[in-house]
């Protein structure tokens, strides 16, 4: 008579037994969850990897640093996404630790992005072990320190300006004394001995030569701002026209100067003898540059700069600016000879025939006027400087109107633009809207899916950012394409290269424009594209 109790007793401890094992699942479910949307929700990178390095966790913010999923770096090696230059140090320094089994403290390194640019990470991880104290792999995370090292990297650069140019504005001081009695002198003897045509060639000779020397000082001078600006308002298209007379008596006469000058004024504060300066200096490198034929193009144009630019430009701030691009078709400049261009007394020149000073001259001239300079080129191929400075704009012309779009014959269409930066989203609304276009706009890859949805038969071309969250540009336009054959798209991006829809890495093609593009250069894009590019 007593086992129906006992049993029931047993049932009952059984039943009490299963609700704490469901009540401990669910307390350890919701502290899992919790964890996991502490981890997703750190901007720093979270990761876990094998003995081998193979990765086998990654947080949702490697899409954001590196521009991967987590689903595309699980199982893929870390090196495959360290900077080549840098693979042999991070691999000797893991390998250190694995054998020691210590912990990796404050390794830095670049990554490498699915778009092609890259990243400096500051990695910090703890040994996984295993219960025989057997290492099986490595948990850590990752700190994105790219903004921090270019602002050293360009504070070490201007110490470096500063010291030779306290160095070089001294000598020029000095040498400046030298050459008043040199110059005194040299007229007294010719003055003297004009009757003498042999001393008056001697001294007409050290007269020529002073005035060479006296005009190295004045680049001293300036490369050392030791000069005072005379800074005003100037329209850089004015000062580039009333230049050329110079240039053209300068540069040799098989090379052509061409000019592609912006319709609108592109108003700078500026001291316009150091324009001209810098407009003669780029002359002069070109034509060294140029063997045989050849050509200069001198272009200016109308940009903004928003936050993605000044990141690329450290130092510069959001806003409008006007672009001067110089282009020749010379020898161009190899890659390991590029990042030193503008140090000072560097010079690929013969000895006795570059002082080193031209390009850094150019460099200080353009950071003087509160803007910036960039160089692109290929060997064999030909070279561009571009150089911004911010516009000088008036409180009564807040617009951005584009004069450029006047001269083309584009039919006005429907454009779907999609990018997430807000300020390059709404600069290119307007654009568009006065070139005459009906514009759509979205900051988002899955909202433009459901535009197309709704408005794909009138769209004819999708303008779209190459990196963004949800999905990248390429992919976004394969999506589209499906829904909308035929469409014709035009990408852009601040990188050079183009991320293509399977992960690979491309040159630019005709369907591409690099940030910070002025906005001509992207309005005749759109006409190019719209009136003769087909669907990629």
């Not at 400046?176 to 009695?181: A, D, G, M, R």
């Amino acid at each position: 008579m007593q086992a129906p109790r006992f049993e029931g007793k047993i049932v009952e401890r059984r039943i009490e037994m299963d609700h704490r094992e469901k009540a401990s699942e669910a307390a350890l479910r919701k502290s899992e969850e919790r964890f996991h949307g502490i981890v997703e929700s750190l901007a720093d990178w979270i990761w876990e990897v094998d003995a081998s390095g193979t990765f086998t966790y990654s947080s949702a913010s490697s899409q954001k640093l590196l521009g991967y999923c987590a689903e595309e770096l699980i199982g893929r090696s870390v090196y495959d996404f360290v900077d080549p230059l840098d693979v042999d140090r991070v691999r000797d320094a893991f390998a250190e630790h694995a054998r020691n089994k210590s912990p990796v403290k404050s390794l830095e390194h670049w990554k490498l992005c699915k778009d092609g640019s890259r990243v400096c990470m500051l990695a910090n991880g703890v040994p996984i072990l295993d219960p025989d104290g057997e290492l099986i792999g490595y948990r850590g995370v990752n700190y994105d320190v790219t903004k921090q090292r270019l602002l050293e990297r360009q504070a070490l650069q201007q110490q470096k300006l500063e010291s030779v140019g306290l160095l070089a504005g001294g000598i020029a001081h000095d040498f400046n004394n030298i050459l008043v009695p040199i110059f005194g002198y040299a007229e007294m003897i010719k003055i003297r001995h004009a009757s003498d045509q042999k001393t008056v060639g001697y001294s007409s000779t050290i007269l020529k030569v002073a005035e060479k020397a006296k005009k190295l000082v004045s680049r001293l001078l300036s490369f050392s701002r030791q000069q005072a600006l005379k800074v005003e308002p100037q329209n850089l298209n004015d000062i580039i026209n009333a230049f050329m007379e110079i240039m053209q008596r300068t540069i040799r006469e098989n090379i052509e100067i061409r000019l592609n000058l912006s319709f609108d004024p592109c108003t700078v504060l500026a001291d316009r003898t150091l324009i001209e300066q810098v407009l003669l200096n780029l002359a002069v490198n070109a034509q060294d540059a140029i063997s045989g034929t050849g050509a200069i193009t001198i272009e200016t144009g109308h940009l903004i700069f928003d936050s993605e630019c000044c990141i690329r430009h450290p130092g510069m701030a959001s806003g409008r600016y006007v672009s001067v691009t110089f282009t020749d078709t010379g020898s161009g400049i190899d890659e390991a000879t590029l990042p030193y261009v503008f140090d000072p007394f560097f010079t690929t020149k013969p000895i006795g025939h570059g002082t080193g000073l031209g390009l850094s001259t150019i460099s200080e001239i353009v950071r003087q006027h509160k803007g910036c300079i960039e160089v692109g080129s290929k060997a064999g191929v030909g070279t561009t400087f571009t150089l911004y400075f911010p516009e000088n704009v008036g409180a009564d012309d807040p617009q951005l109107d584009v004069a450029v779009s006047k001269e083309l014959n584009t039919p006005a269409g429907t454009i779907l633009v999609v990018e997430d930066n807000q300020t390059v989203l709404s600069m290119l609304r307007v654009l568009l809207e006065n070139a005459g276009h009906h514009v759509i706009t979205t900051d988002e890859p899955l909202q433009a899916l459901e535009i197309v949805r709704s408005h794909g038969e009138v769209i004819d071309l999708l303008v779209s950012d190459m990196v963004m969250p949800q999905m990248n540009g390429p992919e976004l336009y394969q999506r589209i394409l499906e829904q909308r054959p035929g469409i014709k798209v035009l990408f852009i991006s601040g990188y050079a290269g183009v991320v293509t829809a399977n992960n690979g890495y491309q040159e630019e093609k005709d369907n591409f424009i690099s940030k910070p593009f002025t906005m001509e250069a992207f309005i005749r894009k759109v006409s190019e594209v719209m009136t003769g590019g087909a669907a990629v």
